[in-house]
Antibody
């Protein structure tokens, strides 16, 4: 069974760079029908899609976040990562990594989520 | 502001039905059948309940069903159970590798 686990700092200061890693187990990150994504949820609010990366390194980003976001993949470690530059308090949220399964066009596996707080 | 519009709350009595709407545009819900519904209990990650408008993943009770008409998709939960009390989110494909979500609907079982 596919398992995803986020890791990274839980507290950042404004203007710093958020870096999170998602470790994938139970399947290879090179699975041909899997797109690896980041999604966040501010406290008490809805879900926001960051973008995805494919195992070959091709990526697509949410246009509203594209200027600050980089998603990368490390197939040797079965991991993928998120970098969000110049954070503000508005970036405080639970960050989820998830698999988008291409055949079903849905986010079928999610990590447990990690809370990132931006505060001076 | 979320890209897809959902009512903030919905409720129904045990055993009754509740319907949640998800309104998008002709660029997302109206064009693609890639609409999913997710259930989220407090402190937990979302779980997919419906994909491709009306398909149920293995293990999801058949009390959950989905439909779409024009720019609006709907999730119907029949025979409400106590464990159905949760937040529900819709998502839709908006083209060019971009996905949008709804703001979420809190379902209360009376």
């Amino acid at each position: 069974q596919l398992h995803l686990q986020e890791s990274g700092p839980g507290l950042l200061k404004p203007s710093e760079t958020l870096s999170l890693t998602c470790s994938v187990s139970g399947d290879s990150i090179t699975h041909t029908d899997s797109y690896w994504t980041w999604i966040r949820q501010p406290p008490g609010q809805g879900l926001e899609y960051f973008g995805y990366i494919f195992h070959d390194g091709s990526a697509s980003y949410n246009p509203s976040l594209r200027s600050r976001v980089t998603i990368s993949v490390d197939t040797s470690k079965n991991q993928f990562s998120l970098r969000l530059r110049s954070v503000t308090a508005a970036d405080t949220a639970v960050y989820y990594c998830a698999r988008h399964f291409g055949s079903y066009h849905t986010f079928d596996s999610w990590g447990q989520g990690t809370l990132v707080t931006v505060s001076s | 502001q979320s890209a897809l519009t959902q009512p903030p709350s919905a409720s129904g009595s045990l055993g009754q039905s509740v319907t949640i709407s998800c309104t998008g545009t002709s660029s997302d819900v109206g064009t693609y059948n890639h609409v999913s519904w997710y259930q989220q209990h407090p402190g937990k990650a979302p779980k997919v309940m419906i994909y491709e408008v009306s398909e149920r993943p293995s293990g999801v009770p058949d009390r959950f069903s989905g439909s779409k008409s024009g720019n609006t998709a709907s999730l119907i939960v029949s025979g409400l159970q106590a464990e159905d009390e949760a937040d529900y989110y819709c998502s839709a494909y908006a083209g060019n590798g971009f996905w949008v979500f709804g703001g979420g609907t809190k379902v209360t079982v009376l």
